[in-house]
């Protein structure tokens, strides 16, 4: 028997895989609660200051960054927030003017939507000023701590690329 | 004019506001596509697995927490993802057996809800092969950087908490 394992200071492996279990677990609930909080903050203000919903901006966001337009099917796998209906969406949008279909210029069956002049003109706004909120709300952390987190974040990201590549 | 304002390597007060908005931006974008993956990853599994979806999960999870009961109103409050239906999901748990109704102790207006044994036993199956997932998917930090990560997390909760009851 080694000295190290009746030192009661140093956990033997299977506490100490719990306690590794216990710490992803009490990350993610933490991660999604700061991430409901964040969300719920930002659903509200879109709400009161431009009666619109979170997944309408997300899509719109989407579209801005692809002005050639894409289709239902890239706006799905694009789309960041979850509980949207993309094709509800597109049609309300549609019928106010803010996006438009277009035949595909390759694929006969399929739609391609864009922003109209109109809705690029909204979305910059609305961009402009959910910008200035998220900064806000992460306003509890120095620049420092944000870099610091930016990085992590891509780690963890590559983590998960490998992680669904092999699913 | 001071040395310092005419130095290149030292951005100016609006140039350097520009990259702290973009900071935050970007990093709530990583943010977002992070829990994305994570989430997605999860309902995958929990369907595959048990049949079963994020929000109906999320939901036992809450009442697992509070073998009381809650009502539909707590309930609503605790749920941690979005795209759930409160009482959709509690009536479908409710004819599979995993969940009871029942008169509240002293709001006669209100239900609480409760996991009966049945549920119970299935969340506790469910939980423990998804804390196993969610050591998966955060393995791509060392147990420093998750413990980092949690004391991080910790002063931006505190900081949205300052922010929502100021609103």
Same mark, same amino acid.
């Given at each position: 028997?080694?000295?190290? $394992? +009746?030192?009661?200071?140093?956990?033997?492996?299977?506490?100490?895989? #719990? +306690?590794? /279990?216990?710490?992803?677990?009490?990350?993610?609930?933490?991660?999604?609660?700061?991430?409901?909080?964040?969300?719920?903050?930002? !659903?509200?203000?879109?709400?009161?200051?431009?009666?619109?919903?979170?997944?309408?901006? +997300?899509?719109?966001?989407?579209?801005?960054?692809?002005?050639? @337009?894409?289709?239902?099917? %890239?706006?799905?796998?694009?789309?960041? &927030?979850?509980? @949207?209906?993309?094709?509800?969406?597109?049609?309300?949008?549609? $019928?106010? @003017?803010?996006?438009?279909?277009?035949? /595909?210029?390759? +694929? !006969?069956? $399929?739609?391609? &939507?864009? =922003?109209?002049?109109?809705?690029?003109?909204?979305?910059? !706004?609305?961009?402009?000023?959910? %910008?200035?909120? &998220?900064?806000?709300?992460?306003? @509890?952390?120095?620049? #420092?701590?944000?870099?610091?987190? /930016?990085?992590?974040?891509? &780690? =963890?990201?590559? /983590?998960?690329?490998?992680?669904?590549?092999?699913?």
């Amino acid at each position: 028997m080694s000295a190290l $394992a +009746d030192d009661p200071g140093v956990p033997d492996l299977e506490s100490r895989v #719990q +306690d590794e /279990h216990h710490q992803a677990l009490k990350l993610w609930l933490r991660w999604l609660s700061c991430t409901t909080r964040i969300e719920d903050a930002i !659903r509200k203000r879109l709400a009161s200051e431009f009666g619109t919903t979170l997944p309408r901006f +997300d899509l719109m966001a989407q579209l801005e960054r692809h002005p050639e @337009g894409l289709t239902m099917r %890239e706006l799905s796998k694009r789309l960041m &927030v979850t509980g @949207g209906n993309v094709t509800g969406i597109t049609d309300q949008l549609e $019928a106010e @003017g803010l996006v438009v279909r277009a035949p /595909h210029p390759t +694929d !006969r069956r $399929a739609f391609s &939507v864009r =922003l109209t002049p109109a809705g690029r003109k909204f979305f910059k !706004r609305m961009a402009t000023t959910h %910008e200035a909120w &998220v900064v806000e709300l992460f306003a @509890g952390w120095t620049p #420092q701590q944000k870099a610091a987190m /930016h990085e992590q974040l891509a &780690v =963890l990201k590559q /983590h998960l690329a490998r992680q669904g590549s092999t699913e």
